[in-house]
C-alpha cells in the first residue's frame, strides 16, 4: 500500500511537467496543420483563386456562346454565320467542296 501511495504522489508530483507539454505540441500543431490552421488556410485561397479564374473563362465562353445564339435567333438572320454555324457543327458541305478544320 505504501508504494502505491508513494507512486501517486509521484505522479501528482510530475503531473504538470508531463501532461502540460503534450498539451502545448498537441495545440501549436492544431495551429499550423490542423483542418483550421494556417498552412490549410492558404491552401485553401490558393484553391479559391484557382476556381475564380476557371469561373471568369467559363463565363467568357458562355457570353461568347450567348452572344451567337442571340445572333442566330434574331429575325435578320446572318446567313453567313448560320452557314459556317452549319459546316463546323454538323459537317456538312456542298458537293463540289473539301472542308479542312483547323483546330484553334
Excluded at 504522489?9 to 492544431?30: E, R
Excluded at 485553401?44 to 458562355?62: D, M
Excluded at 435567333?73 to 478544320?101: A, M, P
Aim: no cysteine.
Amino acid at each position: 500500500m505504501n508504494k502505491i501511495a508513494t507512486l501517486m504522489m509521484a505522479i501528482k508530483n510530475y503531473y504538470s511537467y508531463f501532461f502540460l507539454p503534450l498539451i502545448l505540441i498537441y495545440l501549436l500543431f492544431n495551429i499550423f496543420d490542423g483542418n483550421n490552421g494556417l498552412l490549410s488556410h492558404s491552401r485553401l485561397n490558393a484553391e479559391i483563386a484557382n476556381l475564380e479564374t476557371k469561373v471568369k473563362n467559363i463565363k467568357s465562353s458562355n457570353s461568347l456562346y450567348e452572344v451567337k445564339i442571340s445572333s442566330l435567333q434574331k429575325h435578320d438572320k446572318n446567313t453567313d454565320l448560320v452557314d459556317e454555324q452549319i459546316r463546323n457543327v454538323l459537317g456538312y458541305g456542298k458537293n463540289n467542296e473539301f472542308i479542312i478544320f483547323f483546330d484553334n
